[in-house]
């Protein structure tokens, strides 16, 4: 959404390189490193090692597991996952800044120390959750997902987490209750970005119960088996893997059950363009881009973009009857 926002004056030479060209750049430098993290795959080793972390040092996840499934699928899927270097390099975290490449040393010193989150609204058992006791709610699994953003750029991320149905569980949401309304912290001491108007501040999100319900949303604390880095999110983000990118709301401080649809930051910034659903879909384009394909980063070429990011079989029922075009 970076260029849209900005006169054309004002963008940088970076920001104008086409993906596909600066990530073959940046594969080439890397490619070495690669050929040697191939042969020794999986959970284990990438703990230890994660790929590149370009200075990146958070906390290894302990008691990491694959998902517990029961049967149902979508939790994993089977395609090349992006590097750490790259989902660590290529943001989107407009608190530090509108480059892409500027939110890592940006963000670099934010410090998470003391968290709170509060989960609080038409809920029985209403708390403020250190972040410690809120994590110790379920066990942290890997879920690896594809990421679509709206921009029509996708990776595929292994995240540790657990579903936000388990933190909303321990809550007891009433009868009433029909949305969720999510909310990053606001500080622009801590967030330079919060000085600009770029957005309206605190970036705001939403989901519909039944979708916050869903087993694959989920509430990560990390990526490559380790604590999330300050520009994906620290210390607690949403992920959404049906949903375009920007629903997967960052450094999460309040989580409140409401009766109503609550606003949403970027639908608040062009209602036309950024729906409050913002369902993947290449049958509905942005008015100013197709969304029929996307740049998998680190991939040479496009590929097509799949109904739903490719979890129609988990999703589609919760959208039955919708018009999709109508609640894009
Ligand atoms: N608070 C907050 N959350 C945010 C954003 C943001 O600017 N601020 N950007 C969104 C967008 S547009 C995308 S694509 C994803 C990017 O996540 P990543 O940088 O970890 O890949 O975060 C989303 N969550
Ligand atoms: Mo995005």
């Known amino acids: 959404m970076v260029q849209p926002l900005k006169e054309p004056n004002k963008i940088s030479a970076h920001e104008v390189t086409d ?8 594969n080439f430098i890397r490619a070495g490193i690669l050929a040697a993290g191939a042969v020794a795959t999986g959970l284990a080793y990438r703990r230890l090692n994660p790929v590149g972390t370009g200075g990146v040092k958070t906390a290894p996840i302990e008691g990491l597991t694959a998902a517990a499934t029961n049967g149902a699928t979508g939790f994993s899927v089977a395609e090349a996952e992006t590097s ?9 975290f407009y ?14 010193n934010f410090d998470t120390k003391g968290w709170q989150v509060s989960v609080e609204g038409l809920v029985r058992k209403p708390r403020v959750f250190d972040l410690g006791d809120l994590l110790k ?25 657990f579903s936000l149905s388990k933190l909303l569980d321990v ?35 939403g989901l519909r119960m039944d979708e916050a319900m869903h087993p694959l949303t989920l509430l990560a604390s990390g990526l490559y088996g380790r604590a999330l880095p300050p520009q994906d999110g620290a210390p607690l983000r949403l992920v959404i893997p049906w949903k375009y990118g920007f629903k997967g709301i960052k450094s999460i401080v309040k989580i409140k059950l409401v009766a109503a649809q609550p606003r949403t930051s970027w639908n608040e910034y062009a209602s036309n363009e950024y729906g409050f659903y913002a369902n993947v879909n290449p049958h ?18 496009r590929r097509p973009t799949l109904m739903f990011n490719g979890y129609a079989e988990q999703v589609a029922q919760l959208y039955a009857g919708m018009d999709l075009r109508a609640n894009f």
């Open 84 to 92: 750490f270097e790259d989902i660590t390099h290529y943001n989107n």
């Open 171 to 205: 809550v007891e949401p009433l009868g009433e209750a029909k949305y969720v309304a999510f909310e990053t912290l606001l500080d622009p001491k801590r967030m330079p970005g919060q000085r600009s108007d770029v957005l309206k501040w605190p970036y705001v999100e």
């Open 284 to 301: 509905v384009d942005h008015p100013r881009w197709s969304q029929a394909t996307e740049q998998r980063i680190g991939e040479s070429g």
């Open 19 to 26: 993906p596909a060209i600066y990530f073959n750049r940046r």
């Open 137 to 161: 709610i379920s066990p942290p699994e890997e879920r690896i997902y594809r990421m679509r953003c709206v921009e029509a750029w996708s990776m595929v991320i292994p995240w540790a987490g």
């Open 95 to 108: 608190e530090f800044s509108t480059d892409k490449e500027g939110v890592a040393p940006a963000a670099a």
